[in-house]
C-alpha cells in the first residue's frame, strides 16, 4: 500500500497544511490566449477526498484546466490551493499523466527506475520498487523492453504506474482511457481504482462515462471554458441541472 502521511500539513506553516484535508480550491482563476478567455473559474470548492472526474465537450477546456491545476502553466490571473498550499516548495507531491504518454527511451523499467531515482530513492529499494510497479501495471514480461515500443495500452499503464512510483497525494489524469481497447481500459481502471483506494486523490478527465460513473465522486463539467455544473456523480447523471449537461450526457447515452 503506499502511504500517504501527515509530511505535508506538517511542513504547512501558515500557507496551508493540517486542516485542509485535501481540500482543493480555485479562486479567480482566468487563463487568455491573445486576448481569448479561454478558461473563466471565479469559484471552485473541491473538499472532502474523493476523485473528481472533469468532463465537457471537445474544446471545453478539461486539458487547459488540469494544467493548470498541476500547475505546469501558469493562469493570467486567480489561485489554485490544494491543502490550502498555493504551490512553491512545501506544494504535496502530485503527478500528472497525459493522454499521450511522454516515454522516455530507454527500457520499460529504467523508465521506472528513473522516475524513482530523481526522487533520491536508493538503489537497493529502486530494484524492489520498480519489480513491485511493473507487477502492478502488468509490466513484468515487458521491463528490458524499450519503452517507445510499447503499445498505447501498455504505455499507458507504464505512464501510469511512473507517475504512482512518486507516490502522489494527487494525481492528475487526462483521458487516461480514450483509444484503449476494453481489456486495457478495465486494466488502467483497476490501477486508478487502486490507487484511489489507497489514498491518491484523483482528477480525471474523462469522456467515458461508465468509467466516470464507477470512479468519480464528484464531477465537475465544464463548458466553453466555465464550470456549469459541480455535483456528486449519481447526481449529476441522474439528474443534471443544466441544458449543457443533458445535451452532452443524451448525446453521449445514443452514441
Ligand atoms: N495555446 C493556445 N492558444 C489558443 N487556443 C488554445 C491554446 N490552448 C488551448 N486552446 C483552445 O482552448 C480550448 C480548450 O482547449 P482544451 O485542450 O483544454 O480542450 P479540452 O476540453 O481538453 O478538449 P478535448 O475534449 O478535445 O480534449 C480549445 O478551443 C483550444 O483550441
Ligand atoms: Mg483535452
Redesign the pocket.
Known amino acids: 500500500m503506499l502511504d500517504r502521511g501527515a509530511s505535508v500539513a506538517a511542513g504547512g506553516g501558515e500557507d496551508g497544511g493540517a486542516g485542509e484535508g485535501c481540500a482543493l480550491s480555485v479562486r479567480g482563476l482566468v487563463y487568455e490566449?491573445?486576448g481569448?478567455r479561454?478558461?473563466d473559474v471565479p469559484s471552485l470548492e473541491l473538499v472532502g477526498c474523493e476523485t473528481v472526474v472533469i468532463m465537457?465537450?471537445?474544446?471545453?477546456?478539461?486539458?487547459?484546466?488540469?494544467?493548470l491545476l498541476h500547475g505546469l502553466i501558469a493562469p493570467d490571473r486567480g489561485e489554485i490551493r490544494y491543502r490550502g498550499f498555493r504551490g512553491g516548495g512545501d506544494r504535496p507531491r502530485q503527478a500528472m499523466v497525459f493522454?499521450k504518454p511522454v516515454l522516455l527511451r530507454r527500457s520499460v523499467a529504467a523508465n521506472v527506475d528513473y522516475a524513482l531515482k530523481v526522487q533520491g530513492v536508493g538503489r537497493g529499494v529502486r530494484r524492489r520498487r520498480v519489480q513491485e510497479l511493473l507487477q502492478m501495471g502488468g509490466l513484468l514480461a515487458q521491463a528490458r523492453q524499450p519503452a517507445r515500443t510499447l503499445s498505447g495500452g501498455e504505455a499507458q499503464r507504464l505512464a501510469l504506474v511512473r507517475a504512482l512510483a512518486g507516490e502522489p497525494e494527487i494525481l492528475f489524469l487526462?483521458?487516461p482511457t480514450a483509444s484503449l481497447d476494453p481489456g486495457a481500459a478495465v486494466a488502467l481502471e483497476a490501477l486508478i481504482a487502486e490507487a484511489a483506494a489507497a489514498g491518491t486523490r484523483v482528477v480525471l478527465?474523462t469522456?467515458d462515462l461508465g468509467l466516470a460513473h464507477r470512479l468519480g465522486g464528484e464531477v465537475v463539467f465544464?463548458h466553453h471554458?466555465r464550470v456549469a455544473e459541480q455535483a456528486p456523480v449519481e447526481q449529476f447523471f441522474s439528474a443534471p441541472r443544466t441544458e449543457a449537461a443533458r445535451s452532452f450526457l443524451a448525446r453521449n447515452l445514443v452514441l
Open positions: 490566449v491573445g481569448q479561454l478558461l465537457g465537450p471537445n474544446g471545453a477546456g478539461k486539458s487547459l484546466f488540469l494544467r493522454q487526462d483521458e478527465v469522456h465544464l471554458g
